[in-house]
Structure formats: C-alpha cells, structure tokens
C-alpha cells in the first residue's frame, strides 16, 4: 500500500527557492514576494486520488488528480503556463513529471518521520535546479 500523505503540513524551509523560480523564468517581483511566502500544504488522499492544496496570503494553487494518470495542469497563478501532467509512485514517494515548455520540471514528494520533504526540479542551462521543502 502506498504512504498516506493525509494531513495539514506546514514548512519549515524552502531552499533553492528563488533559483526554481529563475529556471520559471518567473518575473522578479513574483520571485520576491513568493520567496516571502511559507506556504502550507493540506492534502486529502483516497487511495490513489488526490488533492493537493497549496496554501498562502498571496495566493492558493489547488492540484486534483489520479495517480497514474495524465492529466492537462493548468500553473494558472504558479507561473502561467499549461502542461501535462503525471504523477505515479515511486516506492512510498510521489513522482510528479511536467511534460511542456520547460524542460525536466517536475517534483518528487515523501514522508520521513513527521515531516513532508518535496524537492521541485527544473532544468535551465542543461542542468537541473533543485528546490527543497522540508
């Protein structure tokens, strides 16, 4: 059976931030205030569907699918672009891959003890660029 990622997580880091961000190529005030933000993550899991609300004064993202399966993500708010989308288990971690404009974006997501660790990547120059939130 997979992890459950049920639950209401708060950050406690986000490093690499404004280079993930870079890699975007999100403008600088979006840059500026977002790497202000700490946002939250609220999850509800049934099985392999799932949301995944991410939480801030600035701005909240919601991200509804089925594991396994393609879907069209709309990044509406995140950085304005559209790509498509898949998320499958890797042992007892989510792998997220973005198929679209960007090369190689995508997130890996699991559980140690009680924390949640989520590391963005996306490639810029040929080589990735990590974010992790712990």
């Known amino acids: 059976m997979p992890a459950d990622f049920n639950g209401y997580w708060k950050m406690v880091s986000n490093d690499n931030f404004e280079e993930y961000l870079k ?3 999100v ?3 979006v840059r500026k205030i977002a ?14 569907h799932m949301i995944i609300k991410t939480l801030s004064t600035f701005r909240n993202y919601i991200m509804e699918f089925d594991v396994g399966k393609e879907f ?6 995140v950085d304005d672009r559209k790509c498509m ?17 960007k090369e190689g974006r995508g ?7 009680d924390e949640m660790h989520l590391v963005r990547s996306c490639k810029r120059f040929g080589m990735p660029l990590p974010s992790n939130v712990r």
């Open 23 to 25: 890699a975007l190529d």
């Open 85 to 101: 989308t898949t998320v499958s288990w890797d042992g007892d971690k989510l792998l997220c891959v973005q198929n679209g404009e």
């Open 107 to 113: 997130w890996t997501q699991w559980i140690e003890g």
């Open 27 to 29: 403008n600088v005030a």
């Open 35 to 48: 790497n202000l933000l700490k946002p939250d993550k609220e999850i509800l899991q049934n099985g392999d």
């Open 72 to 77: 069209e993500e709309d990044l509406s708010g």
